[in-house]
């Protein structure tokens, strides 16, 4: 399969003027209303806080996607740390991948909101000075590897990568200059940045892949039917209405500017560990602990700001904080040390979304399937879909449940596939070391 690059045309990304000089990320807007502020404050004080965020963004246009709508939320307002997340969010077409991005970030403040669906190798080079530091970006979908004029593949996510690894660009160039000489100038973009993406591809180069949390949208058929329920009811006028999600976009904008970038510190660290076999756990432990600082900062209204003996001003994560990462991070760490191919998941994703038969909000059972209908959903030769298939089987996620021909098979151990032992503890394991 070939691999893919990130085109981007510096004229089509969206910046506001307060984006044009440099600027804090948590500075709160003059005018701001005062009822819309004392709601946002009485969320960001409320214990189902991630609760309440999940719901406003399910008023707003997002049905199910629970888990990527609230990891996403997450990764934005993580732009605050001095190492921000970043992601790309993967799945077939028409999945609703860029739609879920687009809708979350309807709740970030505009100003943090760096966006465009189509970004050049330069173009993060030339913004205004400044206008990336503590921002979200947000790149169009990720499309397969393009040539250049001189047939050569261009790399357009190498300024990303740079972005995201070292917070800063750096790029000596070629100018003339007043004399009418030829100078060399070196260009400086300082981050960091929030960075996210999306891809129908199933694949990333593995430069990219270190750097960005894998994240899926639900194929399933009970979120298809998510979605038809929605359009029915939109159909029939029964719609969050325009007031209302006005109101939730304003309250999560004075939300967001209320937050400090307070320094997060995490008393339980000891306790964490990932792989050390799998060289991947270099980035993703950085990435954990991103993920658990910044909803510690979500939740920084609900904490006590101490001080160390030099006077810095810092708040602690706490069990309450790692809760929520362990539950939204688990699945994501699965796929990143999962021991199938890429593809095999692939197909386990597409045979999910085909053959559970529901019950009761409930997977009752899986319907069996052929060879021939697997090809047919994935668009795949016979010898691909039997090659991954027997990758299933291997690892006992499925197994032929009928002999003969056609050859039936059928799932039996979906969870299989998302439960590595990444070797996190449990939210209760470690409670006792937290003060």
């Not at 809708?103 to 970004?119: C, E, G, R, S």
Request: with cysteine; hydrophobic share 35%.
């Amino acid at each position: 399969m070939p691999e893919e690059t990130n085109t981007v045309s510096a004229e089509k990304v969206t910046t506001s003027d307060s984006q044009r000089t440099p600027s804090s990320a948590h500075t709160s807007p003059s005018g701001e209303n005062p009822e819309i502020r004392n709601k946002a404050l009485a969320a960001l004080r409320s214990d189902d806080l991630f609760e309440q965020v999940s719901a406003d963004i399910a008023d707003i246009g997002i049905a199910g996607e629970e888990q990527l709508r609230l990891t996403l939320y997450i990764i934005m307002t993580s732009r605050l740390l001095d190492k921000p997340l970043s992601a790309i969010v993967q799945g077939s077409s028409s999945s609703g991948k860029s739609y879920t991005l687009d809708t979350v970030a309807k709740l970030m403040p505009p100003d943090q909101i760096v966006q465009a669906h189509d970004f050049t190798e330069q173009a993060l080079y030339y913004l205004p000075h400044g206008s990336l530091k503590h921002k979200v970006v947000i790149a169009g979908e990720r499309l397969h590897r393009r040539s250049g004029k001189d047939g050569k593949a261009q790399d357009n996510s190498k300024a990303f990568r740079e972005m995201v690894g070292s917070d800063i660009l750096r790029k000596a160039v070629t100018m003339k200059g007043p004399d009418g000489k030829f100078e060399t100038q070196r260009i400086e973009q300082p981050g960091p940045i929030a960075y996210l993406e999306s891809t129908t591809a199933t694949k990333i180069n593995d430069e990219d892949a270190t750097r960005l949390l894998p994240l899926v949208t639900d194929e399933s058929v009970r979120q298809t039917e998510l979605v038809m329920q929605t359009m029915r009811s939109e159909a029939k006028g029964r719609k969050t209405d325009k007031a209302k999600r006005q109101e939730i976009i304003e309250r999560h904008h004075t939300m967001q500017h209320q937050l400090k970038p307070l320094e997060v510190r995490i008393p339980f660290i000891d306790k964490l560990s990932l792989p050390t076999t799998n060289i991947a756990t270099r980035c993703t432990f950085g990435q954990l602990r991103s993920m658990i600082q910044t909803v510690a900062l979500l939740r920084q209204f609900q904490k006590q700001t101490k001080q160390d003996a030099s006077s810095a001003e810092y708040i602690e994560a706490d069990a309450a904080d790692y809760g929520i990462v362990y539950n939204l991070m688990r699945p994501i760490l699965a796929r990143v040390y999962s021991q199938l191919p890429q593809g095999a998941l692939d197909v386990l994703g597409v045979l999910l979304g085909k053959t559970q038969v529901w019950c009761r909000d409930k997977v009752q059972e899986y319907r069996q399937f052929t060879n021939r209908d697997c090809q047919m959903w994935m668009g795949l030769s016979e010898p691909t879909v039997r090659r991954r298939l027997n990758a299933l089987k291997s690892a006992g996620i499925v197994f032929v449940s009928a002999v003969g021909s056609p050859r039936q098979w059928r799932v039996v151990r979906a969870d299989s596939a998302t439960m590595v032992d990444v070797g996190l503890p449990r939210p209760e394991d470690v409670c006792p070391c937290v003060s």
